[in-house]
């Protein structure tokens, strides 16, 4: 993945997946580190890239926030997420004074720490790099993809919620894609109905099948629906690993699905 003239932190990562939406609220953090987890249970070494700069959420998700950043002679050393250091992740949370601190920063300044944070973190030797995005299409989207453009990112996965109006902003998230040539892996379909925790009926709160049509019209891959969980959403405040604690959740097969899929999309000889 290496490019020329571009050696660079990234060299030793092989694949590269953006995880993309065109609204707020849809669950790309909840994706990204499902994603990473699932991977890591593979026996995949992953990293996670969180550029959602104002709302840096993975942190507290795996239970690393408050940890420091250290500088080594390759640049910043990400936070190890387990003592195998099989999940690596950087963050602007770790460089808040305060974890209440808002990031009230322009356009060129946020550009600008995207840049660094792809040049200037020592990731070692990654399976896949997980980039965790804000919603929109926006400058924070144009400089992510610019500056891993000379890297060959895999592609994009693509999240939505099933409701006629978060589809309708992810599919400009498609266009997005087309216009600046990011291949889009596929699209994932959160909170695709609500399971009860007693009796396990799964309840379409949000209508359904709204990901599934818009995949099927933008002619790409759809990769599943995730459902809403009470043991995921625990999981997650928590900071505990959903993909090993709850095996027999709802929401664990489609997660396992997405995750293979993924695995799937690696060219033959370098997954």
Known sequence: MEAAGEPGNLAGVRHIILVLSGKGGVGKSTISTEL?????HAGKKVGILDVDLCGPSIPRMLQVQGKAVHQCDSGWVPVFVDQEQSISLMSVGFLLEKPDEAVVWRGPKKNALIKQFVSDVAWGQLDYLVVDTPPGTSDEHMAVVDTLRPYSPLGALVVTTPQAVSVGDVRRELTFCKKVGLRVIGVVENMSGFVCPHCAECTNV???GGGE???????VPFLGSVPLDPELTRSLEEGRDFI??????PAFPALSCIAQKILNEAPVGLS
């Not at 990473?36 to 890591?40: Q, S, V, Y």
């Not at 090993?244 to 959740?249: A, C, K, L, T």
């Open 36 to 40: 990473a987890l699932a991977l890591r």
């Open 206 to 208: 949000f209508s359904r």
């Open 213 to 219: 049509e818009l995949a099927r019209h933008a002619g």
């Open 244 to 249: 090993q604690g709850f095996p027999e959740s």
